[in-house]
């Protein structure tokens, strides 16, 4: 029960957080990377888990909630959170560092599962999942890229 | 993961159901903004996946996409259509110009669309129902993530409103 509040709590934080915040990117372009983020997540842990059995989760009603929370809504949330919190014509080097800091957050995150036993990791290791974080957020600059050169060309944003 | 388990009626059908929707897509008058139309495609697709790797896997497993529980690559084509149908949905909610009024039947015509789209896609077994579930307990899936699709909508339209207004 305790890892279940404590989930809901981040996702709802997560949430919250997002609302308040002063987001850097429109709209437009925030809700095309959620959905970007999200579908590309939820096939890898798809794919990662009940594919490769890679990564087994708890097939406990309550746990498996809570593995279904921190997939649908704490892991593109954070990444939306991370890309939004550093300016778009920030330095590189910026933006790299604030990439690893959150994806440092999300390891956090995931150490809280691997303690109460939500997931349990088979050929995988949390630098694995250190540099999949990493991976997205570059992916989310990329989705930015070419929502901005395809989608949003031409149109005031 | 497995590539085509068998190619039969669910596959070709799929192959029909995407050629004749994207061509919709694709050719329908223009309407949208290019952002709100890459929106609804994205939000049909993030929305259809959400519900079919939760409720249509896992532990809950009550229904299996094409020929097996496994990720196959016609699965990706089901989940293709999600993106017309988002699109779909918010093409006709424009040429409907639907309000707060007709929003309540807009909303109920689409769920019972869905019903019917799911009821014709379990009779060319491209879904195939497992664990006791029925087609009745999609109804209200298609009513809550339909009228959230709704808000949506107004949500990203009201702010490309406030930006024409602003420049």
Sequence with gaps: MMVFAIIVYIAWLGISVFYAMKKIYSKFENSALLFCVFIFDINRSWIISDELKIIEYSTSPLEYTVYIIHRTFITPLLILIGLNSVQRNSHFLTKGIAILISSFVLILIKMVLLSFDVLTFHQWNLFYDYLYYVFLHVLGYFILYGYKSFVSKGVKS | ?167
């Excluded at chain 2, 049909?44 to 896997?57: E, R, V, Y």
Aim: charged share 15%.
């Design chain 2, 1 to 167: 993961m497995v590539g085509i388990e068998n190619f039969s009626l669910n596959e070709i059908s799929l192959i029909i159901f995407n050629i004749i929707g994207y061509s919709f897509l694709f050719f329908l008058p223009k309407r949208l903004s290019r952002e709100v139309k890459c929106l609804s495609v994205l939000a049909g697709l993030a929305t259809g996946m959400l519900f079919d790797f939760t409720i249509g896997g896992g532990i809950l497993d009550f229904y299996k996409q094409n020929d097996t529980n496994r990720y196959e690559l016609f699965d990706v084509f089901y989940y293709a259509l999600f993106g017309v149908f988002g699109y779909f949905f918010m093409y006709f909610y424009d040429k409907f110009r639907v309000n707060k009024v007709t929003f309540i039947y807009y909303i109920t015509a689409w769920s019972i669309v869905g019903i019917l789209v799911q009821w014709l896609f379990t009779k060319l077994h491209i879904l195939t129902y497992q664990n006791n579930y029925e087609l009745a307990y999609s109804f209200p899936i298609f009513l809550l993530i339909q009228t959230l699709t709704g808000f949506f909508y107004m949500f990203i339209t009201n702010s490309s409103s406030e930006l024409t207004k602003e420049s």
